[in-house]
C-alpha cells in the first residue's frame, strides 16, 4: 500500500524511512490510544477539562473491561 503527498511516496514497507521523516503510526490498541489522548493538550483544550478527564476516566474501564473478558473461544 502506498500514500502519497503532494512531494513524496510513503511506502508503508519501511518503518524506517517513515520514522525518519516524521511520520509516526497509529497506536496498537485502546490503551495505548488511551495514553497518547491523556498526553494530548489539544484534546484536553477542545473538550474541557471536565469531560476529558471523564472521557479519560471512562476509557480506561473500557480498556481494563476488553482486557480482563474472557471470550467463548478462550475457554
Do not use: Q
Not at 44 to 57: M, S, T
Amino acid at each position: 500500500m502506498i500514500f502519497r503527498t503532494p512531494s513524496k511516496r510513503i511506502s508503508t514497507k519501511c518503518p524506517k524511512k517513515k520514522n525518519a521523516r516524521g511520520n509516526t503510526t497509529l497506536p496498537d490498541n485502546l490503551y495505548a490510544a488511551i495514553i497518547e489522548v491523556e498526553n494530548s493538550e489539544l484534546v484536553k483544550e477542545a473538550l474541557g477539562e471536565h469531560i476529558f478527564n471523564k472521557f479519560i476516566e471512562y476509557k480506561k474501564i473500557e480498556w481494563d473491561m476488553y482486557r480482563t473478558h474472557v471470550s467463548k473461544y478462550e475457554i
